[in-house]
C-alpha cells in the first residue's frame, strides 16, 4: 500500500507539470483529422494525368509553361473507390520518377509530387495512392515510339533492330528510379503519421498503343506511321518486359500492381480502322492550330498514341474492379462485353 501511495505522489506532479507546459494533457499525434474526408490520389506521368483525352484542367494546357495536361477524363475519374469522397490528381505529363518523388526538380513548372502529397495527406484522409511512371526515365517510350517513326518516314530498317539490345538494360536502370520514388511516397505518409496498413499503394504498368493488323492505308500519317516489326515488338517486347520489371517494382515496395500491358488488346490506335469509336488510343495526332505559335509548336505532336477518354474510362472501370478486391496482383483484360476487369494473378 505505501508504496502505491508513493507512486501516485510521484505521478500527480508529472501530470500537473505537462498541464502547465502546454494547452492540452495530450499533444495532437500526426495525421489528418477524425473528420477529414477521404481521398484517393493519382500520381505519375501522362497516361495518369490524361494525356490524350483532352477537356485539360485550366493552367495545364500550356499556359505559363505548363503542359501536364490533366484532364477532367483521366482515369483517375473513373475510379469508384467505396468511402472516398474526394479525388486528387497530382500526375504531369512528362514526369519522371524522380519529380513523382522527393525533389527539389521542376520540370512543365511543377515540383515534386510527393511533397504536395503530404500538403493533401494532412487535410484529407488518404485511402488509395495510385501511381503510373517509369516510362520517361531511361526507357523514354515517347523518343522510342518517334525513333520508330521517323524510321518509317526515312524508309530505314525497324527501329526496333537498333532499340532491342539496350531496351532491357534502359529498364533495368529504371526500376530503382521507380523504387526509390514509391519509397518516397511511403515516407511522406509516414511523417504525416500514416501507417502502410492504413492506406493502399497502388504502382501500374502501362498499355501498348499500337499493335500491328492494322488496316495498311492507316499505316501511314493519315493514323499510325509505323512499320510493321516495330508494331510488334512495341507490343510484345517492349512494354511486356517494361510491365514485368515494374511488377517486381511493386513488390520491392510490398505495393500491389496492376497490370494494363495488354489492357488495350485489338483497341489500339488504327486498329479500328474506318470506326476510330472503337479503339482507346489516340492516332498521329497534329494539333495544327498550335503549330501556329512558336512555343505550342513543341507540343503539336503531344497526345499522340495516348489513351483517349474511353481508354482513360476502361483503365478507371479496371482499377475500381481491382481495388474492391484482396488481391496483390492483377491484369486488365476485356470480358465477353468488352469492358476491362480486374483478373487477380496466380498466386
Given at each position: 500500500?505505501?508504496?502505491?501511495?508513493?507512486?501516485?505522489?510521484?505521478?500527480?506532479?508529472?501530470?500537473?507539470?505537462?498541464?502547465?507546459?502546454?494547452?492540452?494533457?495530450?499533444?495532437?499525434?500526426?495525421?489528418?483529422?477524425?473528420d477529414?474526408?477521404?481521398?484517393?490520389?493519382?500520381?505519375?506521368?501522362?497516361?495518369?494525368?490524361?494525356e490524350?483525352?483532352?477537356?485539360?484542367?485550366?493552367?495545364t494546357?500550356?499556359?505559363?509553361?505548363?503542359?501536364?495536361?490533366?484532364?477532367?477524363?483521366?482515369?483517375?475519374?473513373?475510379?469508384?473507390?467505396?468511402?472516398?469522397?474526394?479525388?486528387?490528381?497530382?500526375?504531369?505529363?512528362?514526369?519522371?520518377?524522380?519529380?513523382?518523388?522527393?525533389?527539389?526538380?521542376?520540370?512543365?513548372?511543377?515540383?515534386?509530387?510527393?511533397?504536395?502529397?503530404?500538403?493533401?495527406a494532412?487535410?484529407?484522409?488518404?485511402?488509395?495512392?495510385?501511381?503510373?511512371?517509369?516510362?520517361?526515365?531511361?526507357?523514354?517510350?515517347?523518343?522510342?515510339?518517334?525513333?520508330?517513326?521517323?524510321?518509317?518516314?526515312?524508309?530505314?530498317?525497324?527501329?526496333?533492330?537498333?532499340?532491342?539490345?539496350?531496351?532491357?538494360?534502359?529498364?533495368?536502370?529504371?526500376?530503382?528510379?521507380?523504387?526509390?520514388?514509391?519509397?518516397?511516397?511511403?515516407?511522406?505518409?509516414?511523417?504525416?503519421?500514416?501507417?502502410?496498413?492504413?492506406?493502399?499503394?497502388?504502382?501500374?504498368?502501362?498499355?501498348?498503343?499500337?499493335?500491328?493488323?492494322?488496316?495498311?492505308?492507316?499505316?501511314?500519317?493519315?493514323?499510325?506511321?509505323?512499320?510493321?516489326?516495330?508494331?510488334?515488338?512495341?507490343?510484345?517486347?517492349?512494354?511486356?518486359?517494361?510491365?514485368?520489371?515494374?511488377?517486381?517494382?511493386?513488390?520491392?515496395?510490398?505495393?500491389?500492381?496492376?497490370d494494363?500491358?495488354?489492357?488495350?488488346?485489338?483497341?489500339?490506335?488504327?486498329?479500328?480502322?474506318?470506326r476510330?469509336?472503337?479503339?482507346?488510343?489516340?492516332?498521329?495526332?497534329?494539333?495544327?492550330?498550335?503549330?501556329?505559335?512558336?512555343?505550342?509548336?513543341?507540343?503539336?505532336?503531344?497526345?499522340?498514341?495516348?489513351?483517349?477518354?474511353?481508354?482513360?474510362?476502361?483503365?478507371?472501370?479496371?482499377?475500381?474492379?481491382?481495388?474492391?478486391?484482396?488481391?496483390?496482383?492483377?491484369?486488365?483484360?476485356?470480358?465477353?462485353?468488352?469492358?476491362?476487369d480486374?483478373?487477380?494473378?496466380?498466386?
Amino acid at each position: 500500500m505505501l508504496r502505491r501511495l508513493v507512486a501516485v505522489a510521484l505521478v500527480f506532479p508529472l501530470l500537473a507539470l505537462l498541464l502547465v507546459v502546454s494547452d492540452s494533457p495530450y499533444p495532437p499525434l500526426p495525421g489528418p483529422p477524425r473528420d477529414a474526408p477521404r481521398a484517393l490520389v493519382a500520381m505519375g506521368d501522362s497516361t495518369m494525368s490524361g494525356e490524350g483525352a483532352g477537356s485539360y484542367e485550366p493552367g495545364t494546357d500550356g499556359e505559363n509553361g505548363n503542359w501536364c495536361h490533366r484532364s477532367t477524363e483521366a482515369s483517375v475519374h473513373h475510379t469508384r473507390v467505396e468511402g472516398v469522397d474526394r479525388v486528387f490528381n497530382l500526375a504531369c505529363s512528362g514526369a519522371n520518377a524522380e519529380q513523382v518523388g522527393i525533389t527539389d526538380q521542376v520540370r512543365n513548372t511543377e515540383g515534386s509530387q510527393a511533397l504536395r502529397l503530404a500538403e493533401i495527406a494532412r487535410r484529407n484522409r488518404v485511402s488509395v495512392v495510385v501511381v503510373a511512371v517509369g516510362a520517361n526515365d531511361d526507357p523514354r517510350f515517347a523518343d522510342v515510339l518517334g525513333a520508330c517513326l521517323r524510321a518509317w518516314v526515312e524508309r530505314r530498317v525497324d527501329c526496333a533492330g537498333t532499340l532491342e539490345e539496350e531496351w532491357k538494360a534502359r529498364v533495368a536502370r529504371m526500376a530503382p528510379k521507380v523504387e526509390q520514388a514509391l519509397r518516397d511516397i511511403r515516407q511522406v505518409l509516414q511523417d504525416e503519421g500514416y501507417t502502410p496498413r492504413s492506406y493502399t499503394l497502388v504502382l501500374q504498368s502501362y498499355a501498348a498503343p499500337v499493335a500491328p493488323g492494322l488496316p495498311f492505308d492507316l499505316q501511314n500519317l493519315a493514323g499510325c506511321p509505323l512499320r510493321t516489326g516495330d508494331l510488334e515488338w512495341v507490343r510484345d517486347r517492349a512494354v511486356a518486359e517494361l510491365s514485368a520489371a515494374l511488377r517486381r517494382t511493386a513488390v520491392e515496395v510490398d505495393a500491389r500492381f496492376l497490370d494494363l500491358s495488354r489492357a488495350g488488346d485489338r483497341r489500339e490506335a488504327c486498329v479500328g480502322g474506318s470506326r476510330p469509336e472503337e479503339e482507346w488510343f489516340t492516332r498521329l495526332t497534329v494539333d495544327f492550330e498550335g503549330l501556329r505559335d512558336s512555343e505550342r509548336a513543341k507540343h503539336a505532336l503531344q497526345e499522340s498514341f495516348h489513351p483517349n477518354a474511353r481508354g482513360y474510362a476502361q483503365f478507371g472501370r479496371c482499377m475500381s474492379r481491382f481495388l474492391a478486391t484482396s488481391a496483390r496482383s492483377a491484369s486488365c483484360v476485356a470480358g465477353g462485353d468488352g469492358d476491362l476487369d480486374a483478373v487477380p494473378d496466380p498466386d
